[in-house]
């Protein structure tokens, strides 16, 4: 199957420093808060500051591996505890507590000796027993691994600091009180009856849910119908009541289940908050597992969902509900509804509506930039609007850093500018409120371990990060030009060459992390930070490693859902799994949306189902008059990016290499001609395809690729532009 790309005949050198390959380790010499240089190991040792029980702040030193909680500061009494949140997550934190903290605090500021505190630390916890402990009832929550120290001498404490790390107001909110191992069949009263290696289950009630906690992570789902959920709300304090795990898979048809965001508003004062979450064959698998996710999602105040209206006033009862008209619904616990509830204030419709003028024809003309996206997320963390309180900083770091201004919020973090008082330097602070860390703490954990390792220039750079009292606090560069979503609102579009600066920077940037084994996943304008490059032009660098992750190293695919609606590639909607093309997808929307102010994919009526629809399709085209002076070879290079065909559609470096790009824009008349023959093929072949499959269009565009390689024979002029078998 042949594949098509541009490319120069030489790859052009790239200038800026080259990582080494995939897999290879990033080298970052980081500055400290202390103002040292170090690497990431010794980056441990600036010890951030923290919340104790009573009250006061101390340090939390950064990038780690583990939580030690001890009165001594070095762990030694009976509260020092690790707990390990997975034993494949790719980092925790590293909590110390206590009395003497600063002693511990310098242990780590020095290098590992056996005279510090540290190691012996590590090597009494090494020796501890490790015990998994699963919630009570909770068939959605994956255990915790814990290390009980010899120095844990009862129940007591241990059950304390288990409260701490497992229990909020939906999970166990009346804190732990009793322990039972995994099967019921007894209740653990000593510290002793731990058995190294074995699971236990942690509650508030003396009354033991038998579930089969170790698989959690993948239940078989019963589908709920209306009738066998008769008299399913209120049956239990933590939530929905458990599902029979133990039941047959149904055999219900969920044919109307497609990706779709459904937003959920939390009853309450207004305006109210507000929560997008991504339903598809994964994640709405029934009607009660919806709930409990949303529960997960929304904390009301009064635990569990257990009621949702749509705005048209229809109650969600069944998992169709969530597929049809009503796309907004309300969240109750036990509250009444009230007529009130349905009239959505100003404040809350601009949270509610992703687009102004929500209702009413997108005709093409009048196409535009959709409003600032959000970003997808699976694994039940939906998405909070953030809050305003991070405005106040921690006592610690109030005396380090003078808030300036808001910069700009997100989906999670408020990004404030401020001026480093220690460094003498402004800077931007990114925090991430705790209210929005419930759920999203592997991402966190792997926003921070990316962000930590890269370096490159056309990448943000991350100095330092404090976690106090469950907020994060993530210093920096700052970058000066706002965001290329804030300039394409104010300009509407780029000329071709500023757009193929910008492309170089991204695709740049890209090649780095890939090469190195990391994927974006959330490529899109709200995240490209411009700075200028001369009195005209910008250049960019990549921000928000908040989705970011690594690429499993025994090259399975990935499966976990997010994204941004506008910029997400359809392998991911279609759960297929997928790779680092999913970037690629994203910058062949935005170089679309770049040269003409509008993307490829858009709805009417910002209708999430179409887009996702379309997306699937993958047809788009560039209508005139907002084409009509564009280029062939960028029209047919943003073809190659936004291309169903996984197989076909460019990576980073052939992207990065691509003459349009390499050359800003500027492009032999051979190599515009070539790509005005690819376009109208490609092009040519939607139109038929659109003529005979009717409206649902998800195809393979290996056809019009067979049809490109006919024209393609031969095609290749000065080594510029040529088409390249990637397939026998
Ligand atoms: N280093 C920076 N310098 C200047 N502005 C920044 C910086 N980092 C972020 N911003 C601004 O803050 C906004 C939000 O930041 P960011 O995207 O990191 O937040 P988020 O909540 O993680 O976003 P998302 O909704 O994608 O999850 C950005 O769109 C940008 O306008």
Redesign the pocket.
């Known amino acids: 199957m042949p594949a098509v790309c541009f490319r120069t005949t030489d790859s052009p050198r790239n200038t800026l420093p080259r990582p080494s390959p995939r897999k290879t380790p990033m080298k970052r010499t980081a500055q400290t808060a202390n103002g040292t240089t170090g690497s990431r190991n010794n980056r441990k040792s600036v010890a951030a500051p923290r919340q104790t029980d009573d009250g006061d702040e101390q340090a939390t030193p950064r990038a780690s591996t583990f939580d030690v909680r001890g009165k001594d500061g070095a762990g030694d009494d009976a509260h020092s505890n690790v707990v390990e949140s997975e034993p494949t997550s790719m980092t925790s934190s590293l909590v110390i507590e206590g009395d003497n903290f600063n002693n511990a605090a310098q242990s780590f500021t020095e290098p590992l000796t056996s005279q510090s505190t540290l190691p012996r630390t590590l090597e009494r916890l090494s020796k501890a027993k490790r015990v998994r402990f699963y919630r009570n009832g909770d068939q959605y929550y994956k255990g915790q691994w814990y290390p009980l120290s010899d120095r844990m001498k009862s129940m007591k404490p241990l059950m304390e600091d288990l409260t701490k790390t497992m229990c909020d107001s939906v999970a166990l909110p009346h804190g732990i009180r009793h322990i039972f191992t995994i099967d019921g069949a007894n209740r653990i009263t000593d510290i002793d009856q731990f058995e190294d290696g074995e699971s236990y289950v942690c509650s508030s009630s003396d009354v033991f849910k038998s579930l089969d906690y170790a698989n959690a992570r993948e239940p078989f789902w019963c589908l709920a119908t209306t009738s066998n959920r008769g008299g399913r709300f209120g049956q239990t304090d933590n939530g929905p009541a458990p599902l029979n795990v133990s039941a047959e898979p149904s055999n219900e048809p969920r044919d109307f289940v497609y990706p779709r965001i459904i937003t959920v508003i939390r009853n309450g004062n207004k305006p109210r908050r507000v929560v997008r979450h991504l339903l598809n064959k994964k994640t709405a698998r029934s009607f009660d597992q919806v709930l409990t996710d949303l529960t997960s999602i929304v904390k009301l105040d009064s635990g569990a969902i257990r009621k949702l209206y749509g705005l048209s006033g229809k109650q969600a009862t069944t998992l169709r509900d969530f597929f049809e008209e009503d796309h907004i619904f309300i969240a109750y616990g036990n509250e009444k509804s009230t007529a009130d509830d349905f009239l959505v204030v100003s404040e809350e419709h601009k949270r509610l509506y992703t687009r102004s003028g929500n209702r009413g024809n997108l005709a093409l003309g009048n196409r535009s930039l959709p409003a600032r996206n959000?970003?997808l997320r699976e694994d039940r963390s939906g998405s909070v609007i953030p809050d305003e309180m991070a405005r106040r900083l921690p006592l610690d770091l109030e005396g380090r850093f003078e808030i300036k201004r808001l910069?700009?919020?997100?989906?999670?973090?408020l990004?404030y500018e401020v001026l480093d008082r220690e460094q003498v330097e402004r800077r931007?602070l990114?925090i991430i409120a705790k209210e929005n860390v419930v759920g999203k703490q592997e991402l966190i954990d792997c926003e921070l371990s990316v962000m930590s390792r890269v370096e490159h220039p056309f990448i943000?750079k991350m100095y330092d990060y404090w976690m106090f009292d469950g907020s994060y606090y993530m210093s920096?560069?700052?970058?000066t030009g706002?965001?290329l979503?804030?300039h394409l609102y104010k300009v509407r579009k780029l000329n071709e060459r500023q757009s193929a600066r910008l492309i170089r920077c991204l695709a740049d940037s890209l090649c780095y992390l890939h090469d190195n084994g990391i994927l974006h996943r959330?490529i899109k304008p709200?995240?490209l930070?411009l700075y200028p490059y001369n009195e005209t032009e910008f250049e960019l660098k990549l921000?928000?490693f908040?989705l970011a992750c690594e690429l499993p190293a025994d090259e399975t695919q990935l499966t976990t859902i997010c994204g941004t609606p506008t910029y997400v590639a359809p392998e991911v909607l279609l759960e297929t799994g997928y790779d680092e093309k999913v970037d690629t997808w994203a910058v062949g929307v935005i170089l679309y949306v770049m040269l003409c102010g509008f993307p490829p994919f858009q709805a009417l009526d910002g209708n999430q189902t179409e887009l996702f629809t379309q997306i699937l399709a993958g047809h788009f085209n560039f209508p005139s008059p907002s084409w009509d002076n564009t280029s062939a070879s960028v029209r047919a290079l943003i073809l190659c990016l936004v291309d169903i065909d996984r197989d076909t559609r460019l990576t980073a470096r052939q992207l990065f290499e691509n003459v349009w790009v390499q050359n800003l824009a500027d492009v032999s008349s051979e190599n515009e001609m070539m790509a005005q023959l690819a376009i109208d093929t490609k092009i040519g072949a939607y139109n038929r395809m659109e003529e005979t499959e009717g409206e649902y269009l998800y195809y393979s565009r290996r056809t019009s690729m067979d049809e490109l390689s006919e024209c393609g024979h031969g095609g290749s002029q000065d080594g510029e532009f040529v088409f390249r078998r990637s397939y026998s």
């Open positions: 959000e970003s910069l700009g919020d997100g989906n999670t973090a990004v931007a990114k943000v920096l560069e700052l970058i706002g965001d979503f804030e959330d709200e995240n930070l921000a928000d908040g």
